[in-house]
């Protein structure tokens, strides 16, 4: 399959809690057709208006859900987080059914260590990854913060002294502090890819790679 076709493929979304509606309203921000599936009519009347689709089942049932079509959908995301059972049945419903990309929100290690033994493709920490990130952001001069595996990171931020006034070349930032200067952004102009000869401002907005230990001594310390 295409990389366009597949990216986009209509999602399918079970559980309409605050998760599910911010993820489901992000998708259609960004053109997405989504289906999303809840057993309380007063969550599918409610946003019926606002998302592609809204449909009542219950999707602990397989028979519902092969009947909304889910074998077709090429992603799903599991959003219920108040019923641990229900989030696995569902999560292994759809893996049953061949779905390619399931999604699904833990609650905590456990439950997120049994999604991956049923064969859940992706296993999301929404309350855990929000936590990590703010307490980076409220605690140093960190903008933005995004975490990968392996303890790697990429930031936005503003540029430190060390930088302040001098070309990528002349700091040496993966020499000096073992992190890489992703891109430049200056007050009124377009991002730039950091190149050696890149002058950073004071006023600039930076974006760093690396360890996170050492992009944390880079933004408090450099």
């Known amino acids: 399959m295409a990389r366009n076709q597949r990216i986009n493929k209509?999602?399918?979304?079970?559980?309409?809690?605050?998760?599910?509606?911010?993820?489901?309203?992000?998708?259609?921000?960004?053109?997405?057709?989504?289906?999303?599936?809840?057993?309380?009519r007063s969550l599918v009347q409610k946003y019926a208006d606002t998302l592609t689709h809204t449909v009542e089942a219950d999707a602990?049932?397989?028979?519902?859900l092969r009947q909304l079509g889910a074998d077709e959908f090429d992603s799903a995301?599991?959003?219920?987080g108040t019923s641990i059972e229900s989030s696995v049945l569902i999560a292994a419903n759809l893996v049953d059914l061949g779905v390619n990309q399931v999604w699904a929100k833990a609650?905590?290690?456990?439950?997120?260590?049994i999604l991956t033994r049923i064969g859940c493709h992706h296993v999301i920490y929404p309350e855990h990854d929000a936590g990590v990130r703010a307490a980076h952001l409220v605690s140093g001069q960190m903008m933005d913060f995004i975490k990968f595996d392996d303890d790697f990171a990429i930031v936005k931020m503003r540029p430190p002294k060390a930088l302040?006034?001098?070309?990528?070349?002349?700091?040496?930032p993966r020499?000096?502090?073992?992190?890489?200067?992703?891109?430049?952004?200056?007050?009124?102009?377009?991002?730039?890819?950091?190149q050696p000869d890149t002058v950073v401002s004071p006023g600039d907005t930076i974006v760093v790679s690396g360890d996170v230990s050492r992009l944390e001594y880079f933004a408090d310390h450099a």
């Not at 602990?60 to 519902?64: C, K, L, S």
């Not at 995301?77 to 219920?80: S, Y």
């Open 60 to 64: 602990t049932d397989m028979e519902a």
């Open 107 to 113: 609650i905590n290690p456990t439950h997120g260590k």
């Open 10 to 40: 209509p999602v399918l979304l079970i559980g309409m809690g605050r998760f599910g509606i911010a993820l489901a309203q992000q998708l259609v921000d960004q053109d997405k057709e989504v289906l999303a599936v809840d057993r309380h």
């Open 77 to 80: 995301v599991v959003g219920v």
């Open 164 to 172: 302040q006034g001098k070309t990528i070349d002349e700091s040496q």
């Open 175 to 194: 020499k000096q502090h073992q992190v890489n200067v992703v891109g430049v952004k200056s007050p009124g102009k377009d991002f730039v890819y950091a």
